[in-house]
């Protein structure tokens, strides 16, 4: 089964092509993903049966199991450990401030850079997040729809990364996806030369 949370338009509508469903069907399909986060296709009610039959046979969105949560004294910050369905544990961290509610999140399991600073690092790589997955990491958080701000520093180098990233970026901030505004997503990097 295809998971097609993560997928950009242009990727679902693809997906409609190889699969003989209506191209504009990719529009309210998506709108259902990202915009209304519905987990169920028999739900999507403005596509026929038939058709919502065929995703369900087709297609899965894959959503991270919640493993631990640990809350700051302060209640402030929030860690989370998500596990996918490959087994592999990323970390989620938001934040409460003043200004509003951020949350950091992970680009891959593991990291190549080893910084001297990062525990990541120390644990080694594993294999680089599916654009999915990176966009689960938001939906999956009780307060996905009180935040304000996205910081990609999490585990791993988004730039060693970088197609499955972008992909993350333009569902954040198209409007077909969250809508967001660019000003509201920041990339942080330790400056690998071929993702800048």
Known sequence: MTNIFGYTLQELESFCKENSIEKYRAKQIIKWLYQDQLE??????????????????LCVIDKPILKEQLVSKD????????????GNTVETVLMRQSYGNSVCVSSQVGCKMNCKFCMTGKQGFTGNLTA????NQINSLPERD??????????????????????????????????????RVTLSSVGLRKGL
């Open 40 to 57: 169920d296709f028999t739900a999507m009610t403005n596509l026929p049966l038939n058709l919502r039959t065929k995703l369900t046979e």
């Open 146 to 183: 009180k935040l304000t701000n996205v910081v990609m520093m999490g585990m791993g180098e988004p730039l060693d990364n970088l197609d499955e990233v972008l992909k993350a970026l333009e569902v954040m901030t198209a409007s077909y996806g969250y809508g967001w505004s660019p000003k």
């Open 132 to 135: 999915g997955q990176i966009i």
């Open 75 to 86: 209640k402030k910050t929030i860690k989370f450990l998500f596990m996918y369905s490959d």
